[in-house]
């Protein structure tokens, strides 16, 4: 029960990583409100886990401030909704159009900046946790994902700038982010064709660790992260990839004598 008494609010909880994270901090005996934009799936979630579902698009400040207005409390906040914005059209640096740009921005930076914003005036006096849902695609290039990479950088970016703001105030807030690459959620379905097994083979043999990650294995850390086990960190940025950035997979050659 590491979560118990605490009031929880995560978006994009209808399903992947969200949905993972609403699941498990259940478990751990939190109060979670679940929020998206697809009130079906959310609403069916939330039901399933004796929760609270509460409509939300991160990119609304109207949407922020009615869903904090019903809630009692908020302790720890989960920014976990974002797009790929693969259906947008082409997401290169050269044939990229604006308004895609715009968009992404919207959901994935903007939609953080909002629930940091909202998350500090909530917390500022009980103190809680902000756990910012980046992505490996914020740390490095992505030519074919341009909008996607550089709003998931800002997300690093903003983690850290509110965790040093909140320690400048003096206010018991922790904020850190977590960086998921080739974790296996419905945002893969797209990219994955025809044939997705095979696909699904191809991405492993890149990973050192040989397999995608799974949602859970996220949760598992932004629990970590959400609870008092982790009073001492602030600001920082965890990595979840199965070795993908550590360095290059490949094995040194075994030299015959």
């Known amino acids: 029960m590491r979560l118990k008494q605490k009031f929880v609010l995560i978006t994009g909880a209808a399903q992947g990583i969200g949905k993972a994270c609403a ?10 409100y679940l929020s998206d934009i697809n009130d079906t799936l959310g609403q069916k979630v939330a039901q399933g886990l004796k929760q609270h579902y509460l409509h939300l698009d991160v990119s609304s400040e109207a949407d922020w401030m009615h869903v904090l207005h019903q809630m009692k409390h908020l302790d720890i906040l989960i920014n976990n909704a974002g797009i790929t914005g693969l259906d947008l059209g082409s997401q290169d640096p050269e044939h990229a159009s604006l308004s895609s ?9 903007e939609g953080v900046f909002l629930g940091c914003k909202m998350a500090i005036a909530a917390m500022k006096e009980r103190g809680g946790s902000i756990v910012n849902i980046s992505s490996r695609s914020g740390l490095v290039g992505i030519p074919g994902a341009v909008a996607y990479a550089s709003s998931k950088a800002s997300v690093r ?5 509110v965790a040093l703001y909140c320690c400048n105030q003096n206010y018991p807030i922790r904020c850190n982010s977590i960086h998921p690459a080739a974790i296996l959620t419905p945002m893969w379905e797209p990219m994955l064709g025809h044939d997705p097994e ?5 991405i ?6 040989k397999r995608l990650g799974t949602p859970e294995e996220v949760a598992y850390a932004a629990l970590f992260l959400a609870s008092d086990e982790s009073s001492y960190i602030t600001g920082t940025e965890l990595t979840i990839d199965g070795g993908l950035l550590a360095g290059a997979a490949a094995a040194p050659i075994r030299q015959e004598s």
């Open 23 to 32: 699941e498990l901090f259940t478990k751990e005996g939190a109060t979670v």
């Open 101 to 109: 740009w715009k968009q992404i921005h919207a959901v994935n930076a």
């Open 157 to 161: 970016n903003h983690t850290k700038s």
């Open 198 to 202: 095979t696909a699904l083979r191809a």
């Open 204 to 209: 492993a043999k890149d990973i050192p660790m």
